[in-house]
């Protein structure tokens, strides 16, 4: 039996399970990863982060998305974790560096009354190169070119900021997307070897977009960090807003500024404490063994 503390937290409804693995580690992560997320019989998230050492940062970020499956970066995962390691004394620095699989981040603390409020990330240089991605198209980029999916002609620009993000820019209102049908022909389509994390965005203004995000291993989430990074990049390249949005998710708002000077992105939000506790995962639960009634269509 797997028994642990855990906080989970949640960056404008992108929640996930943390625990502090500083001076534990813990067995297996990608099943106990699928066990706490699970809505129904575990903890219910979008994913499990791991908070550890690491040689050349501060801290280091694991990432496991809802099924198991290995995540690069979390742009609203990581502010939490920015607000976990201050919150609970594990740092007194406003300014910290957390290692992750997409490279070093950079985090700047807004702290009120001895907790913190909002977090800034400096989020990396964006990737449009089509290999690095990766995606398997024969230009050097993915912007706005026409892509097939479910019998209908998308236009698609791709980005990776660490992980990578299809963008698609429409002017259906995204909420009345059927998302739970369309998230998952674009994240298995053989154009994404890795598989992708797709977007669909409306342009409200120059400065406003609105978007909702099919995430990877971990299906459609109140909003995704990266995601809205890679959105504000694929509209500024593409000419549709300034280079400074807010970014309208379901879970809330996000500001993402694409600085072309320095070739880097900086997203700014809120990070929320929900609930601590203390878990143990049987040894023999295995969450496909149970079987729900569906009824007959």
């Given at each position: 039996?797997?028994?642990?503390?855990?906080?989970?937290?949640?960056?404008?409804?992108?929640?996930?399970?943390?625990?502090?693995?500083?001076?534990?580690?813990?067995?297996?992560?990608?099943?106990?990863?699928?066990?706490?997320?699970?809505?129904?019989?575990?903890i219910?998230?979008?994913?499990?982060?791991?908070?550890k050492?690491?040689?050349?940062?501060d801290f280091?970020?694991?990432?496991?998305?809802?099924?198991g499956?290995?995540?690069?970066?979390?742009?609203?995962?990581i502010?939490?974790?920015?607000k976990?390691?201050?919150?609970?004394?594990?740092?007194?620095?406003?300014?910290?560096?957390?290692?992750?699989?997409?490279?070093?981040?950079?985090?700047?603390?807004?702290?009120?009354?001895?907790?913190?409020?909002?977090?800034?990330?400096d989020?990396?240089?964006?990737?449009?190169?089509?290999?690095r991605?990766?995606?398997?198209?024969?230009?050097d980029?993915m912007?706005?070119?026409?892509m097939e999916?479910?019998?209908?002609?998308?236009?698609?620009?791709?980005?990776?900021?660490?992980?990578p993000h299809?963008?698609?820019?429409?002017?259906e209102?995204?909420?009345?997307?059927?998302?739970?049908?369309?998230?998952?022909?674009?994240?298995?389509?053989?154009?994404?070897?890795?598989?992708?994390?797709?977007?669909?965005?409306n342009?409200?203004?120059?400065?406003?977009?609105?978007?909702?995000?099919?995430?990877?291993?971990?299906?459609?989430?109140?909003?995704?960090?990266?995601?809205?990074?890679?959105?504000?990049?694929?509209?500024?390249?593409?000419?549709?807003t300034d280079?400074?949005?807010?970014?309208?998710?379901?879970?809330?708002?996000?500001?993402v500024?694409?600085d072309?000077?320095?070739?880097?992105?900086?997203?700014?939000g809120?990070?929320?404490?929900?609930?601590?506790?203390?878990?143990?995962?049987?040894?023999?639960?295995?969450?496909?063994?149970?079987?729900?009634?569906?009824?007959?269509?």
């Open positions: 039996m797997t028994s642990f503390d855990f906080t989970k937290m949640h960056g404008i409804g992108n929640d996930y399970v943390y625990v502090d693995c500083t001076k534990r580690d813990i067995e297996d992560p990608a099943s106990v990863a699928r066990f706490v997320s699970d809505r129904h019989f575990g219910g998230s979008d994913g499990l982060i791991l908070i050492n690491s040689s050349t940062c280091k970020m694991d990432m496991y998305n809802a099924d499956s290995r995540g690069e970066m979390c742009g609203n995962g502010r939490c974790v920015a976990y390691v201050y919150d609970n004394h594990l740092t007194d620095k406003t300014e910290i560096s957390v290692e992750t699989l997409a490279g070093v981040k950079t985090l700047l603390l807004t702290v009120k009354d001895n907790r913190v409020d909002s977090v800034l990330v989020m990396g240089r964006p990737v449009l190169d089509s290999r991605i990766p995606v398997t198209f024969p230009k980029q912007v706005n070119e026409p999916v479910d019998g209908n002609i998308f236009r698609v620009t791709c980005v990776s900021m660490g992980n299809c963008v698609i820019f429409t002017d209102d995204v909420r009345a997307i059927d998302l739970p049908h369309i998230g998952p022909l674009f994240e298995n389509h053989p154009t994404f070897p890795q598989r992708i994390n797709t977007e669909f965005a342009i409200l203004d120059r400065k406003n977009i609105r978007m909702r995000v099919w995430e990877r291993g971990s299906g459609e989430t109140l909003a995704c960090g990266t995601g809205a990074c890679a959105t504000a990049v694929a509209a500024a390249v593409n000419g549709l280079d400074q949005v807010t970014i309208h998710l379901l879970g809330g708002d996000l500001m500024h694409y072309r000077n320095k070739d880097t992105v900086l997203m700014k809120s990070a929320t404490t929900v609930f601590t506790g203390h878990i143990e995962i049987p040894d023999s639960f295995e969450k496909d063994d149970v079987k729900i009634y569906e009824p007959k269509k």
